[in-house]
Every structure is written in C-alpha cells, then in structure tokens.
C-alpha cells in the first residue's frame, strides 16, 4: 500500500513568504507527527495530532509556524514569513492505533529559504 | 524528564566486523525504545523497538539491540557489518506504563553517522 507522501519534496522560497507543507498519511493511521530536521542534525519535534484530541504543538518554534489536519487524515504546515534559519527538510509520519509508536516517515520536504 | 543520549557523533567499522551504536535514556517509568535508520536521501525507517519481555531484540537487516535496565541503555549491534548499513541511526523513548498515557510523543537522540568502510 501506499506510504506517508509529502509535497512538495523541494520547495525554494524566498525570506518573507509563505510556505505551505502537505502531509498525506498512511490511511487509518490515526497519529500524525511533524519534525524538522536541519543539515547534520537530529529531528526537532514540532507538533503531534492524535485523534480528534487537542493536538501537542510544544515543538512549533515560533507563532510563525502552524499546522492543521483535516478530517484526521492530510496535514499543512504553514510557515509565515519564513526566514533563512526554517531552510530545513521538514519530516512527517504517522502511527495507526495500538503499534506502541512506530512510525512510518515520508520522504520529507527539503524547504530552502533564500 | 524524558531524555535520550547517543554519545558518538559518528562511529567507523570495517566491513565484516562487528558494530555498535550506542544509546542511554532517561524515563521515570518502564521505556518504549526504538531504533530508526536513515539511508542518504531518505526518509526514517524503523528497525527494532523494545516493549517488554526479552531484553534482546531482533529487527531489519540483522541488527539487534540490547535492553540494560540498570545501565539504562539499549545499544544497536550487529555481528558483522556491511558497506549498504552505513546511513544515520536514531534512538528514541517515550514512557511506558505506568506512565505512558494517551501520548505518544516520542524522544528523539541527535542521531551517530555510521560509516563502513570496504
């Protein structure tokens, strides 16, 4: 079947803008995770929806960053005004119910702000 | 608070011998451990996660980890090592009972660059 797919797997934008990130889960997967991963480093967690529950959003950096899941299934993150320090592959997976945590990653989205 | 510790940056082995990634945590109930790897230019992959019960877990490509509760520590090894294994590993935790709770928001270590050489 199908894995996690993110879009676009490149995006270039310039300082300033907006950018918006789409994730498309394995479906039925009921957990949904973002990371940010900068070049040689580890994986940042940003925010985490399980469920209809209220989502973790601990890890958003900055109020520039949000993120919405509609229909518990395909998820935005959306970078406002973004700055050269966001430039990063953005990560995205999902978990189904009872795997105690396994999650499947997609490919990511390598943003690079210029 | 929950924390993860991969000590080495990089580790280099030679093709054909025996390797080791390290890995401690810091949880205040029982952990859920897992292993992931990244191949370049790819997503994570999960390799082996430690639940309960044995404390030696067997998972993709021949790796294996070790659960030591009183070293606190769940190191990947495997027997003999190949050029394709050489890719970024991480270690994550979260709680387990009786801390777990509804979430499961995982623990991420800064990842060890493996690099085999032939």
């Known amino acids: 079947g199908a894995g996690v797919s993110q879009s676009p797997s490149n995006k270039v934008t310039e300082k300033g803008k907006d950018v918006e990130l789409r994730c498309d889960p394995i479906?039925?997967?009921?957990?949904l995770y973002w990371y940010r991963q900068s070049l040689g480093q580890g994986l940042e967690f940003l925010i985490y929806?399980?469920?209809?529950?209220?989502?973790?959003k601990s890890g958003l950096p900055s109020d520039r960053f949000s993120a919405e899941r509609t229909g518990g299934s395909v998820s935005t993150l959306t970078i406002q005004r973004t700055q050269q320090e966001d430039s990063a592959v953005y990560l995205c997976?999902?978990?189904?119910?009872?795997?105690?945590?396994?999650?499947?990653f997609g490919a990511g989205t390598r943003l690079s702000v210029l | 608070a929950q924390s993860v510790a991969q000590p080495e940056d990089q580790v280099n082995v030679a093709e054909g011998n025996p390797l080791t990634v390290k890995c401690t945590y810091s949880?205040?109930?029982?952990?859920?451990l897992f292993w992931y790897v990244q191949y370049p230019n790819r997503g994570l992959q999960f390799l082996l996660k430690?639940?309960?019960?044995d404390n030696l877990v067997k998972g993709s490509y021949g790796f294996e980890a070790e659960f030591n509760k009183s070293q606190t520590s769940f190191h990947l090894k495997k027997p003999s090592a190949l050029v394709s294994d050489s890719a970024l590993y991480f270690c994550?935790?979260?709680?387990?009972?009786?801390?777990?709770?509804?979430?499961?928001?995982?623990?991420w270590g800064l990842g060890t660059s493996l690099a085999v050489n032939p």
């Open positions: 997976a999902s978990s189904p119910r009872g795997t105690k945590n396994i999650q499947y």
């Open positions: 479906s039925g997967h009921t957990a």
């Open positions: 929806f399980q469920g209809n529950s209220a989502p973790d």
């Open positions: 949880v205040s109930g029982n952990p859920y």
């Open positions: 430690y639940i309960t019960g």
């Open positions: 994550a935790v979260r709680d387990g009972p009786p801390n777990a709770g509804n979430n499961r928001k995982l623990i």
